[in-house]
């Protein structure tokens, strides 16, 4: 049995339905995972903590073909895997709680995918709701962030619909195998997003939309993410499970406040009430989440474009790179004169290629 | 028995002669003085007949009249203390003098009959020059004020007994002249730029500023080296002309500063606390006299922590910076005094001074701050050219950097700018860019069409004001003439963009 890698095995184990907790202890036990296609039975019934059904499952499922299969099916589909044991698995998800071992996916992870935000909300949703996932979904894409959610019904399609019809990239998360298409009325969508993100479960082919595996899957919507925002939610929702897995994760949860007579809004008026960051505008995330001010000011200094610059302003850009400089300090790092540096820092204004922050310190805007 | 001798009385800065007119009457001995005299003239009695008795002459013993005239012109200060004594003596025939209408009696005496120096002795002279007096005689401690004056000849005397003397031909005192010009000589300063480690962007905005007798205001968190670099500014400007100089000198002369009784040759630099009281500021008192506005002609008026100032006091500063003299009208007396100053403010950017600072917390609420910034009403910040904001130097940056210019190389800069702002104002009556009104804006600051360019971006961007749109002219006039360039170029225009004033809503 030798032929199979680490890998496979892994997905293996993920398709004969061993959960995931499960699959990340196995990993701990074995410090090679194929050995478990050989290892004596015995052994592995004595090894605590993994349920007695799912070393069953392991032993009943020994048989080469029945792993062969398994990448017959995923290549039928188009399917592609990532496990953790793969360099190419997400740096965000590594070190979460309960981390996916195999993750099945459709469409194309691209580098820009690191920064993104998670938009999840209601199923049933309010015209209030739409229009605010709407105004925050197409805000968010023009900055070049990708949208997560849940490919669920309501405000989980609005966002990544909208995330789509304004160009941007969006990933969905499911609670089921990627073979099974749920919801039904989602299905274009589906197949849109396919094309222009990812559609991503751990959940193996055949899973059936099971109410358990949702709560589940709201763990990966938040650790893809570097912040959740809630758009309406009632006061048991699982948009407040994936508020919850979020703090768990460190990240930051925002909710929309709605109004009190709302039963859509009590969910994210109360997850107000208890602490997450009221999203009014989307500065309000912009200032709060470091890492995606950080990541999109590196990702618009990247973009400049220096064959419009002279080469003074391209030496004074340059001295802006790593954060916000006062004009003596330009002047001193560039050797320019101050004259000069005034100067041509008002010409990288005017050009809005930098901008002012008080007393004189400058940024790239 | 009657005599007649001409002194001097100053309203503000111009001087009126006074005739003394003495006469000795037999009768019961009385002194009296008559003709609108004040209290200082009043106890002149009791000091004239000490002095002329302690210098060895008889006080007669008869009844003297002194009379002021003209009756009308109120009278004040000690400096006819002299006349009132020639007087006297002239009277009395102890001095054998032919009364001249062409000379003229200063100073004031002690009891021993020395002569003491005088306030205000250089706008009298001046003034006594114009109507047409050739001979002056004054203290000897006031004779290096006056001396700059040529075309009149003053007698420094040093004694009650040495004036009698020299009437008498009995002593032959020489006319005073002084020999060397003031304004070649450089001052000498134990502060220099040099000292201002970093603060690159404050340095070279001082420099603007002092060339083109721009306003400026600093903000910034303390301890960012505002006021020390703000009190190397005199050492940057320009000496002072000798036409300047004597119109300083006249008014600390007035006003009793003049400590070495010589002329001012250094660039006056004012910093009134921020207590100061409205009238401090503009000047005044029963009969006017000038206030730190007018003591900071042709100089520097430097208001430390401006928003500490009460409003009602700055608001004052208004009439005197756009007209560069300043009236005050009194019961007494209406006068004018010259306050051509360039206004240099600090402040804070909050009231605990930290807002914006990298290292400290800034602990003001927002009302604070508000508060704060309201103080510095619009119309005073319009009269500002130049806005900077300042960062304080880091430990790293004051031991790394190297030494800066110093003072005398941006001083020659300096001045060449003002030569060159001095020969194209030659007909229009001003002297630095700052003045330049808007007509003037139109003739001398012609942009180029890419310079229009960036100024329609800058107005878009920015959001400035006409008002603004004029002040950036007149600075960037003020960098083209620095770079000695006839034409203002797009470079000039940018970085005149960079010091215009903020909109102070924006701030915080």
């Known amino acids: 049995m030798g032929k199979f890698s680490e890998r ?80 190419e698995y997400p740096d965000s998800l590594k070190y979460i709680y309960d981390r996916p071992a195999v993750l099945y996916y459709r469409g194309e992870f691209l580098e820009e995918d690191v920064l993104s935000i998670a938009i999840v909300g209601a199923r049933k949703s309010t015209a209030y709701g739409k229009w605010v996932c709407e105004k925050f979904a197409k805000e968010l894409v023009n900055l070049g962030v990708t949208i997560v959610s849940g490919l669920a019904l ?46 991503l479960t751990e959940f193996p082919l055949g899973s059936q939309p099971l109410s358990y595996n949702f709560p589940q899957r709201n763990r990966i919507i938040s ?36 109004n009190i007579n709302s039963i859509y809004s009590s969910g994210t008026n109360k997850l107000i009430k208890d602490g997450a960051f009221p999203l009014l505008e989307i500065d309000d995330l912009l200032d709060e989440v470091v890492t995606l001010k950080d990541r999109l000011l590196k990702i618009k200094r990247d973009k400049i474009d220096y064959s419009e610059l002279s080469e003074t302003e391209k030496k004074i850009v340059d001295t802006l790179k790593d954060g916000p400089v006062h004009s003596d300090l330009i002047a001193h790092r560039t050797g320019l004169d101050i004259a000069t540096v005034h100067s041509v820092l008002t010409i990288l204004e005017l050009k809005g290629i930098i901008k002012e922050l008080t007393g004189r310190t400058y940024s790239i805007s | 028995m009657y005599s007649k001798l001409n ?18 009457a037999r009768g019961m001995p009385v002194f009296n003085i008559v003709g609108l005299a004040d209290t200082a003239i009043k106890e002149s009695k009791e000091r004239v007949r000490a002095a002329i008795k302690n210098s060895g002459y ?37 001095v054998d003098y032919n009364t001249s209408q062409d000379t003229v009696f200063l100073g004031e005496l002690s009891l021993d009959g020395k002569v003491n120096s005088i306030d205000g002795a250089l706008p009298m002279i001046i003034s006594l020059r114009e109507l047409n007096i050739s001979k002056c005689i004054i203290p000897y401690d006031n004779r290096e004020e006056c001396g700059v004056i040529t075309d009149i000849e003053i007698i420094p005397v040093k004694s009650l007994k040495e004036v009698v003397d020299y009437l008498n031909k009995d002593l032959i005192i020489n006319p005073f002249t002084r020999v060397e010009n003031p304004s070649q000589k450089e001052n000498y300063y134990d502060i220099d730029f040099s000292d201002i480690k970093g603060q690159e962007g404050l340095k070279r905005a001082l420099e603007v500023a002092a060339a083109g007798g721009h306003n ?69 008192g029963r009969i006017p006299r000038p206030g730190e506005v007018s003591l900071a002609h042709n100089g520097v008026l430097f208001l430390d922590e401006l928003p500490e100032f009460k409003k009602t006091t700055l608001e004052v500063l208004r009439q005197p910076m756009e007209d560069g003299e300043v009236n005050i009208s009194r019961i007494n007396a209406s006068l004018s005094y010259p306050s051509e100053f360039m206004l240099v403010a600090s402040m804070n950017p909050c009231p605990c001074g930290y807002l914006g600072d990298p290292l400290h917390e800034c602990k003001c609420s927002q009302r604070d701050i508000q508060r704060y910034l309201g103080k510095i009403s619009h119309p005073l910040l319009d009269r500002i050219d130049i806005h900077l904001e300042v960062q304080p130097v880091k430990y790293d940056d004051l031991k790394t950097e190297i030494n800066g210019e110093s003072s005398s190389q941006i001083r020659d800069r300096v001045k060449r700018a003002r030569e060159i702002q001095l020969d194209r104002f030659r007909r229009d009556k001003i002297y630095t860019n700052a003045q330049m009104s808007n007509k003037l804006i139109k003739k001398y600051c012609n942009l180029s069409p890419s310079s229009e360019k960036i100024m329609a971006q800058g107005f878009k961007k920015y959001k400035f004001s006409a008002r603004t749109y004029n002040k950036i002219l007149r600075v960037s006039r003020t960098i083209a003439d620095l770079a000695g360039e006839r034409d203002i170029t797009d470079s000039h225009v940018l970085e005149a963009l960079r010091y215009r004033s903020l909109n102070i809503n924006q701030w915080g």
Request: net charge neutral.
């Open chain 1, 223 to 258: 650790g893809l993410s570097q912040a959740v925002i809630v758009i309406e939610a009632k006061e048991k929702s699982g948009s407040l499970i994936t508020a919850h897995h979020a703090v768990e994760q460190g990240k930051d949860v925002f909710a929309v406040p709605g």
């Open chain 1, 154 to 199: 309501g405000i989980d399609a609005i966002a990544h619909r909208t995330a789509l019809e304004n160009g941007g990239r969006t990933i969905a998360v499911l609670g089921n195998g990627l073979d099974v298409r749920y919801p039904r009325r989602n299905l274009g969508l589906y197949d849109d997003i396919v094309k222009q993100g990812v559609v």
């Open chain 2, 216 to 284: 400026l205001l600093i903000t910034g968190p303390p301890g960012s080296g505002k006021t020390m670099a703000v009190r190397r500014l005199p050492t940057i400007l320009p000496n002072l002309t000798l036409e300047e100089s004597i119109e300083v000198t006249k008014i600390y002369s007035v006003a009793g500063l003049l400590k070495k009784k010589e002329l001012i040759k250094e660039r006056p630099f004012r910093a009134p606390h921020h207590t100061s009281s409205s009238i401090s500021l503009i000047g005044g």
């Open chain 2, 58 to 94: 008889d006080f007669p013993l008869s009844r003297i009249t002194i009379n002021l005239a003209p009756a009308n012109l109120r009278k004040e200060g000690s400096q006819m203390d002299l006349a009132i004594a020639m007087g006297i003596l002239i009277s009395n025939g102890v």
């Open chain 1, 8 to 87: 496979e095995v892994l997905i293996w184990l993920n398709t004969i339905y061993v959960n995931n907790s499960s699959i990340l202890k196995l990993l701990d036990y074995f410090p090679d995972i194929r050995e478990i296609l050989e290892v004596d039975s015995k052994l592995l019934f004595k090894l605590p903590g993994i349920k007695r059904e799912y070393i069953e499952k392991i032993i009943n499922n020994r048989k080469p073909y029945s792993i062969e299969k398994i990448f017959e099916r995923l290549g039928e589909w188009k399917i592609s895997t990532i496990t953790c044991l793969d360099e």
């Open chain 2, 7 to 24: 002194t001097c009385v100053l309203q503000g800065l111009k001087g009126n002669i006074v005739e003394v007119e003495t006469d000795l």
